[in-house]
T-cell receptor, first 114, second 114 residues
């Protein structure tokens, strides 16, 4: 167990809908990163949040957005879902956005878009 | 642009065989290097990491990796694998001192036959 929890574990959405995924970071961690892992691929960086502000973004369109709350938990929102958004979405928390720290991952949310 | 290349996509071994999984990265600056493992149905777990110092890094469960800077490589090794090592293995790299994002390889699926 890493102390990082994600919800829901699985969900199915229809193309065009919107979805919100949630992540509770490990105690004491102020940095949360989100990754998308398509089947047979390595995770791809979506964005990172540090103390409630976005701190870097990967090559994902603006319909992927996020939030971080004062307790450092986080949400990933995806609007106008497309079939290619079907993937495992991973949340990782770390102690700091800088320095040599490791990321701890949750079990992920498996999103299927039909 | 940063990239990570894992040479083997699928590896099948018998128990007690030796394992070496290749990982090369492309990045001009100083890096942090990681190997993560994902057992079936479980979250990503850190096997080992390199930040600085001794280029031979020992991790959990008898795994080790060697950072060879001149070759931009960080290969994972284990002298004798067990059935329980069956999993997906990912190599990842980040910018040293600023873990804004991890860049991942595609992963290597290891199957160990009893």
């Amino acid at each position: 167990e890493t102390g990082v929890t994600q919800s829901p574990t699985h969900l199915i959405k229809t193309r065009g809908q919107q979805v919100t995924l949630r992540c509770s970071s490990q105690s004491g961690h102020n940095t949360v990163s989100w990754y998308q892992q398509a089947l047979g691929q390595g995770p791809q960086f979506i964005f990172q949040y540090y103390r409630e502000e976005e701190n870097g973004r990967g090559n994902f369109p603006p319909r992927f957005s996020g939030l971080q709350f004062p307790n450092y938990s986080s949400e990933l929102n995806v609007n106008a879902l497309e079939l290619d958004d079907s993937a495992l979405y991973l949340c990782a928390s770390s102690l700091s956005r800088t320095g040599n720290t490791e990321a701890f991952f949750g079990q992920g949310t498996r999103l299927t878009v039909v | 642009a940063q990239s990570v290349s894992q040479h083997n996509h699928h590896v099948i071994l018998s128990e007690a065989a030796s394992l070496e999984l290749g990982c090369n990265y492309s990045y001009g600056g100083t890096v942090n290097l990681f190997w993560y493992v994902q057992y079936p149905g479980q979250h990503l777990q850190l096997l080992l990491k390199y930040f600085s110092g001794d280029p031979l890094v020992k991790g959990i469960k008898g795994f080790e990796a060697e950072f060879i800077k001149s070759k931009f490589s960080f290969n994972l090794r284990k002298p004798s694998v067990q059935w329980s090592d069956t999993a997906e293995y990912f190599c990842a790299v980040s910018n040293a001192g600023n873990n804004r994002k991890l860049i991942w390889g595609l992963g290597t699926s290891l199957a160990v036959n009893p």
